[in-house]
């Protein structure tokens, strides 16, 4: 198979339940390939621990070749594999721009091949979305470190707009009154409510697949008549044009006017500001805007 390099052409896709990818023709939501991936903490032993294995990572975008622990919102050691300088890579351009209590959540950080278009992923790896997974693409991640780092902050947005104070897994579609993504209700005043309120019309909502997959053939539609997204991927789902605009929102991507509102959705909440503020700070503001067009 050959190398996926592609400089340009982000995009993610959604594999399955609940994990989010970053691919280059399409994000991906992995599935919940993971299963009970979490240890019960037996006998009041507090901390426990994830089981460090590619099952519990998912499998469903390729092999898997290396995981790290994340400790405390830190890299730790490898607990799987062997070390890859890329993914550790991934990881630096992660916590570079992400304020220390956002990485709070993963507790696994890995590497895969992928076997289709997907270069990194994103998703829980226990049944509660406290605890998550994000992996990058060994063979993609080091072609290009501005992707990288967008790709970094487009799947940290997908961890932070599902944990359990934004999704309501209990939820069900018939009685969801903001927007059912496949496995959950976001609940009101959660960043994504707040975004399909503001940016997508009922119309659009509706012409997307009820059980919350990616349209991209819808993306590819929505994309020609809205110019208020980045790129078709963008247009194919709701999470993926929040994940994208965030991802040029951290680093000040020059977008055309029609997008400043939802550059000032992100700026008008000091919690998603904070992550352009650490960006400028490293100096890392003005990547290019090398975002997939329509067509
Ligand atoms: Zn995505």
Known sequence: MSVLIASLGRVAFRLGPAVAALALVGCSTVGDVVGGGSDESADGESGTAVDCLPIVVGEDTGDIFVIYEVINGQLGDVCFGRQRNVVED?????????PPEQLDHIDLFAGFTSIDTTVAFAGPIDDDNERFVMAVDLNSAGADADELRLTMAHEL???????????DLDARLATCETYYNGFGCFLEGSFMADWIEQFWSEEQLASLPIKGTIDEEGGEERCVID????????ASHPEEDFAESFSAYVFGVEVPPALEPKMAFFDARPELAAFADRAAAADREGIDNNFDRCG
Not at 90 to 98: H, K, M, N, P, R
Not at 157 to 167: G, R, Y
Not at 227 to 234: E, H, N, Q
């Open 157 to 167: 947005a997908h961890v932070f707009t599902q944990t359990p104070d934004q999704l």
């Open 227 to 234: 110019p208020t997204v980045l790129g078709a991927y963008s």
């Open 90 to 98: 991934g990881w630096d351009a992660l916590a570079e721009v992400a």
